[in-house]
């Protein structure tokens, strides 16, 4: 379905990264969580920040959101994304485990 009600914790989550703010970024992940950004895989805490740091939050990364669409615990959100790494319609689909995000991946929107 398509929707343009961002279901949580996808919400808050996009909430966290527009307003940089980190802790709430990591927090938002399952303790195993991942980020595939184009294929490339961040697992965990301390890899996410790394990632984060230099492409992400610590880029000043903003997203507008355009779509939203949910299939289960699947939330796939296409937005303008914006930051100091890299510009542009961007695809982030996150699956969902509970109240927490276990692996957001990100393509070309």
Known sequence: MTDQTIPEPVAAFIEAVNRHDENAFLDAFTEGGAVDDWGRVFTGREQIKGWSDNEFIGANGTLAVEEVQTAGTAVTVVGDWRSTHA?????????????RISRMTIREG
């Open 87 to 99: 510009n542009g319609r961007s695809k982030f689909v996150f699956d969902v485990d509970g109240d």
